[in-house]
């Protein structure tokens, strides 16, 4: 009998259900996949085999019997290709290469003085390939890359506008794809960072939560229901251009007052400035300069922690999340900041709301947006088991 286009669908639809099965609870054996996701055994055990075939699932031996022959269980075989994540930043680019469980496996910081595009691309052209070098051998090779950048990305990976890199209308994909193929995944750094925390770290178990990438400027990744929430046209979550002074600073947008001109790594660094006449500390300078017992550097935490508080508490009257993450370059200062931060929470948000709402740290630190853009050409390679995607040029 010639099988249909629908039952085709049908298979590979089935087969990715059970490839997902195995990577979330694995180890576990054919029965219980079975009865976990409602397919009869023979289709299970086939759709095992075929996965077994292609290197994606592994068998590693006898589970524990219930009564009768022992079943064999299985495992995700997370070794069976790599990815890289890229985060853009103003200074420097952070990119890390993982296993397809998100398992970082190499790390490169690159400085950047030149933020222009010609520049990024270059430098990002030459560490990837470096990376992808250094991937330990695989079935897959590089299976793609995700790319977070500070700014608009709209729907075709299009850098539509990034102020703190002074970029418009880039377009990083069509300048890669011809050396890396095509399962490139370009997106907000903050949205990137919300994945990466959802997956990998302090959200794993809240399915309404808020990132916030906290650096240059302050950008926002909104998770609703366990999935982002875009906005109408793809770029929901500036809240760092929300008014939290009618009067305050201007601000790179042409507005006043906005969150980021006062609770952003550059606010803290433009008052640091103002203090220290004789130097310019960084922020890892100021960090120690507090721990030792700086009075200025404290206090200027202190009150950066303070205007931190104002715009979370705008957040949970406004959202009321179960989380809000604490992401990106100003995670470092957490412990520094926490106690002024929380008493701003307190004393001005609405206490029905901020009940539930629980406020922490990046639990992945600086790595939440290159991990939660690594994640997504994973999920477009596993989405599909039948399709091999290798890059190689990598």
Request: glycine share 10%; charged share 20%; proline share 4%.
């Amino acid at each position: 009998m010639k099988i249909t286009g629908d039952q085709q669908l049908i298979k590979k639809m089935n087969k990715t259900i059970v490839l997902d099965t195995i990577r979330k609870q694995q180890p576990l054996s054919r029965a219980d996949i079975s009865s976990a996701i409602g397919l009869n055994k023979a289709t299970v055990s086939s759709l095992v085999s075929e996965l077994i075939e292609s290197q994606l699932v592994t068998e590693i031996g006898p589970g524990e019997s219930s009564g009768g022959r022992k079943p064999t269980l299985l495992l995700f075989n997370r070794s069976a290709g790599h990815a890289i994540g890229v985060d853009i930043r103003v200074n420097d680019l952070l990119m890390i290469l993982v296993d397809l469980e998100g398992n970082v496996i190499q790390e490169k910081t690159v400085p950047l003085t030149d933020c222009s595009p010609e520049n990024v691309l270059n430098q990002m052209r030459k560490h990837i390939t470096l990376l992808g070098k250094k991937a330990p051998a695989s079935p897959y090779g590089i299976v793609g890359m995700g790319i977070g950048v500070p700014g608009l990305v709209d729907e075709e990976n299009k850098v539509v506008s990034s102020p703190n890199l002074g970029w418009n209308n880039i377009s990083l994909y069509d300048s890669l794809s011809t050396l890396f193929g095509d399962n490139i995944h370009i997106d907000n750094e903050a949205n990137a960072g919300a994945i990466g925390e959802k997956l990998f770290g302090a959200g794993q178990d809240s399915a309404n939560l808020i990132y916030l990438s906290i650096g240059v400027g302050i950008g926002s990744g909104i998770i609703v229901k366990g999935e982002l929430y875009r906005g109408t046209s793809n770029f929901s979550g500036e809240v760092g251009h929300m008014t939290i002074a009618e009067d305050g600073p201007l601000c790179r947008c042409g507005n006043r007052g906005c969150w980021e001109t006062l609770a952003s790594e550059k606010a803290l660094l433009d008052r640091a400035a103002v203090l220290w006449e004789d130097s310019r500390p960084n922020l890892e300078e100021i960090i120690i300069q507090a721990k030792t017992g700086h009075e200025t550097a404290i206090a200027i935490l202190e009150e950066l922690g303070s205007h931190l508080g104002v715009g979370l508490a705008n957040l949970i009257n406004i959202l009321n999340p179960e989380l809000i993450v604490i992401g990106s370059r100003l995670s470092l200062a957490g412990d520094m900041l926490q106690d002024a931060m929380l008493r701003t929470v307190e004393s001005r948000s609405l206490s029905y709301h901020r009940k539930k709402t629980n406020v922490t740290f990046a639990a992945l630190g600086i790595r939440s947006t290159a991990l939660g853009a690594a994640s997504m050409p994973i999920t477009s390679f596993l989405a599909d088991p039948d399709v091999t995607m290798v890059s190689p040029s990598l």
